[in-house]
């Protein structure tokens, strides 16, 4: 493996968090669209987008590197765990 990275965090990255619920099977051009419309941001800025699943099984998380979209989804492997809407603490 290489030194390189899928998403190198800094402390200049934007990261934006989407407070709605997406529809879990929405891929680059519609998180994208969400970006500008939701969000009022722009996809191409290099921040990171963060979307969290309708069912709050899954979280989607968009960037671009510049030459191109990566879209990431992360569900986690237990049936108990969930991304819930409800506050952390």
Not at 10 to 33: C, F, M, N, W, Y
Not at 58 to 84: E, K, M, V
């Amino acid at each position: 493996m290489g030194d390189d990275l899928l998403i190198q965090i800094t402390p200049q990255l934007r990261i934006l968090v989407a407070i709605e619920a997406i529809d879990g099977r929405k891929g680059i051009d519609s998180l994208a669209q969400l970006c500008r419309e939701k969000l009022d941001a722009d996809p191409f800025s290099g921040c990171l987008f963060i979307f969290r699943s309708r069912s709050a099984k899954s979280i989607r998380i968009l960037a671009y590197d510049g030459q191109g979209f990566w879209l990431a989804t992360n569900q986690p492997s237990s049936h108990y765990a969930s991304f819930s809407s409800s506050p952390a603490f």
